[in-house]
């Protein structure tokens, strides 16, 4: 429960300066074998920078 919280305080922080926060997920993930690692961090930051740019998409119409 602890990690689902940080994913998501990393991701409201860095979808608030309009980035995804990829490099900061690999960081969390310690003890998850690493060739799932990068499928994670990239899921992860397409979901944060996909909303942020649905919620600019918004802004703008």
């Known amino acids: 429960m602890l990690l689902v ?3 998501g305080v990393i991701a409201l922080l860095y979808a608030s300066v309009g ?3 990829g490099s900061s997920y ?3 993930l310690v003890g998850v074998p690493f060739t799932i690692i990068p499928v994670l961090a990239l899921a ?3 979901i944060v920078a ?3 740019g649905r919620a600019l998409n918004n802004l703008s119409n």
């Open 19 to 21: 980035f995804g926060g």
């Open 44 to 46: 992860c930051n397409i």
């Open 5 to 7: 919280a940080l994913f």
């Open 50 to 52: 996909s909303g942020k």
């Open 26 to 28: 690999p960081a969390l």
